[in-house]
């Protein structure tokens, strides 16, 4: 991602074009006020080609030892020679278009001679007004005493080798230990009685393949970085030799997934025994640089009981098995059934209807009041998609976002959600005149996050339906906020020169909720409903320090969920301004909602 070959370095620019100079200095300006204090190197790479180190961030010579100069034009002799072609290949990739971006490891040589494993992520923003120019973070995740000869073959999917706990293995060596025990399952065995092989499987011989995903892993990247992840990578390795038999075999898979082959385990009881086992390694928090992690486990397993011809075939029904895993609440494990197919097979059909169903405009926006605490005053909606299938009925939010976020249709969802819910609101806004506009809430999805499109989309939203940008607030969820932070900068720093408004959705679910709120600027937080269904003076604690914080920032606060009038009231002692909830009203149509704009104070 080091683009050797720039014969301009100097962050001075002497005898430059005025006018690039004077946009890369506002770039380099910009991009420093968004990421100064994080632990990461960030380099713009202008349309010249040349990098340029961003003021106030960790510089690539903390890194490598090396000055970005020398890094830019050593490249060859830094980086090893398979590595500088995936990092050659991963660069041209994100040069082709605006919004292209691309993320790897590779092993750099530092100045002192051992290996340092970087990870960088790369993204074309050279549409963008402010920066107009290539960003490139660079993270530290490893160091290696090893020699460039010596370096691991584990990629960037975790901790190299040396890091590796006892008894985990490379990934190839567990794909062979599957395969192994599939042909071993398959093969033919003697007869005694008949004095000849048989064709049933060896029935002497089982095994269990059990897929393990670290719950939420990507917001422990996003919040924490990929070296605190790759030691949890580590630490998760060692919890599992402490549970597992010296015949089973485990590997990391990458990202928060490993794979767990289980010797002579071959029926669901006996799984189910050894997984309640793998859970009860997860209790304990885990203790990585500096933080007490909760890691919970999402566990799917596949035993031989189901004749396979093939280790995919095993991968296939133990995924199948984790993904309904997933959707469980409680303890998340799940063993492989054949309804799963028919039930994989239900899930296609649905996706092909949400297709049809954005085409035929099956899809519907109901609004839900947002409410003053003190006064009952209703000063805003927010807009939820509602979708009923002429044939299968309403089918809920909870099942159709996740999908449509999956099969790539939430653009085109949110589009329509978020044109239909400014008209709306522009309508509304002009019945009452007299009064304080209303605002409109629009939830954004992580796709919509990083679609280079969003700022024409939302602009052309505001300019055709009359809304002024003001009054439109975009909700982004903490999850997607630490899964994507430097899109979501990015994103929010160009709406907010235009003029619309950001709220932080779920605030309390995520890993550092308090530190992004000086990083991005949010006019409003949403506390997660879960602090007022849970109850309790921790509960209630939480909450009053949660709009203190917020209203010594100067930002706004929206409680959901709000179910009853003690909540109400208990939300009122501590200060806060604005709830949301069944307790004031539903979801409902527009027909309905526009009942409430002329009195706009619910009785």
């Not at 209790?283 to 397993?301: N, Q, T, Y």
């Not at 209303?438 to 679609?451: E, H, P, R, T, W």
Request: net charge negative.
């Amino acid at each position: 991602m080091l683009t050797p070959g720039c014969a301009a370095m100097k962050t001075d620019t002497a005898g430059g074009n005025q006018d690039q100079d004077g946009e890369l200095a506002e770039a380099l300006r910009f991009a420093a006020a968004i990421f100064d204090g994080t632990p990461e190197a960030v380099v713009l790479v202008d349309r010249r080609e040349c990098p340029q180190a961003v003021a106030g961030t960790t510089a690539i010579e903390t890194l490598i030892g090396h000055t970005l100069e020398e890094a830019v034009e050593g490249a060859e002799g830094l980086i090893g020679e398979a590595d500088l072609h995936r990092v050659q290949q991963a660069y041209q990739s994100v040069l082709e278009a605006p919004g292209q971006r691309a993320s790897l490891s590779f092993w750099v040589t530092h100045r002192d001679g051992h290996l340092v494993q970087l990870r960088a992520t790369a993204v074309n923003r050279r549409d963008d007004g402010v920066l107009g120019s290539i960003l490139i973070r660079f993270n530290a995740v490893a160091d290696a005493t090893a020699s460039q000869s010596s370096a691991p073959g584990f990629e960037s999917d975790g901790p190299p080798d040396s890091q590796r706990p006892g008894g985990l293995a490379p990934r190839v060596q567990f794909a062979e230990a599957l395969s192994a025990a599939v042909k071993r399952k398959n093969a033919k065995v003697w007869n005694a009685s008949r004095f000849a092989r048989s064709t049933s499987r060896d029935r002497r011989y089982d095994f269990t393949l059990v897929l393990l995903e670290l719950d939420r892993f990507k917001m422990v990247v996003g919040g924490f970085g990929p070296q605190t992840a790759d030691a949890v990578v580590v630490a998760v390795g060692e919890r599992l030799a402490g549970v597992l038999r010296g015949c089973d075999v485990f590997a990391h898979l990458g990202g928060g997934e490993f794979g767990i082959l289980l010797d002579a385990v071959g029926d669901v009881p006996h799984a189910t025994r050894v997984t309640d086992g793998l859970l009860g390694a997860f209790e304990e928090r885990f203790r990585v640089g500096g933080h007490a992690l909760s890691i919970s486990p999402i566990i799917g397993f596949a035993t031989s009981e189901r004749p396979y011809n093939s280790s995919d075939e095993v991968m296939r029904d133990a995924a199948a098995a984790a993904g309904h895993a997933l959707s469980r609440t409680g303890r998340k494990r799940a063993a492989y059934h054949t309804a799963m197919r028919l039930e994989d097979k239900e899930e296609m059909q649905l996706i092909v209807a949400l297709h049809e169903g954005l085409e035929k405009r099956q899809f519907d926006v109901h609004y839900q009041p947002i409410v003053r605490v003190s006064s009952s005053e209703v000063v805003g909606f927010e807009a939820l998609a509602r979708w009923t299938h002429p044939r299968l009925g309403a089918i809920p939010p909870a099942k159709f976002i996740p999908m449509a976020e999956e099969c790539g249709a939430m653009g085109d969802l949110g589009r329509r959600v978020l044109r239909q819910a400014c008209e709306q609101a522009a309508t509304w806004n002009a019945i009452c005149p007299g009064s304080s506009p209303l605002s409109i809430s629009v939830n954004l999805a992580g796709s919509q996050l990083a679609d280079p499109k969003l700022l024409k989309e939302v602009e052309e939203a505001l300019t055709e339906t009359g809304l002024a940008p003001e009054q439109l607030k975009l909700e982004i969820t903490e999850s997607v906020v630490l899964e994507n932070l430097e899109l979501a900068a990015g994103a929010v720093a160009q709406l907010r020169l235009y003029g619309v408004m950001f709220s932080l959705d779920d605030f309390g679910t995520g890993f550092s909720s308090l530190s992004y709120l000086h990083m991005l600027p949010y006019d409003q937080l949403k506390i997660d409903r879960s602090f007022l269904t849970g109850g309790g003076l921790k509960n209630r604690i939480i909450i009053s320090a949660i709009v203190g914080l917020a209203k010594s920032l100067g930002i706004e606060v929206v409680a959901e969920g709000v179910e009853s009038e003690a909540q109400r009231d208990a939300l009122d002692a501590v200060g806060c301004d604005f709830a949301q909830g069944y307790y004031f009203a539903k979801p409902m149509p527009a027909s309905e909602a526009e009942q409430l704009i002329v009195g706009r104070v619910l009785p």
